[in-house]
Nanobody
């Protein structure tokens, strides 16, 4: 059974850093596309970063230059390095995996069919 489990969330002051991890099991992650999404209370779920099976990444404009997505295929683990965190980055962060159709937006949540339970990130002074 395909599963993804997030970890690494927490509370941090503005300007701080966190690294989220997403451990995949039940399949080989390098054959699938993976992404990070986030959802703040009262807001729509937003695509943050994606990486496809070829290692090509896409980063949302709202976090470009601050967040980096990477994957360790040997460990079947996806990462999100978040630097220069801002209060508006506060949200539940979710890992997702699936196969994105060609020419479709890899930051659209309808492209993914397996989701984790999420990990909370809070940025506050």
């Amino acid at each position: 059974r395909v599963q993804v489990v997030e970890s690494g969330g927490g509370s941090v002051q503005p300007g701080g850093s966190l690294r989220l991890s997403c451990a995949a099991s039940g399949y080989t992650s390098n054959n699938y596309d993976m992404a990070w999404f986030r959802q703040a209370p009262g807001k729509k779920r937003e695509g943050v970063a994606s990486i496809d099976s070829a290692g090509i990444t896409r980063i949302a404009d709202s976090v470009k230059g601050r967040f980096t997505i990477s994957k360790d295929n040997a460990k079947n683990t996806l990462y999100l390095q978040m630097n220069s965190l801002k209060p508006e980055d506060t949200a539940m962060y979710y890992c997702a995996t699936g196969n994105v159709w060609p020419s479709m937006n890899p930051l659209s949540d309808d492209q993914y069919n397996t989701w984790g339970q999420g990990t909370q990130v809070t940025v506050s002074s």
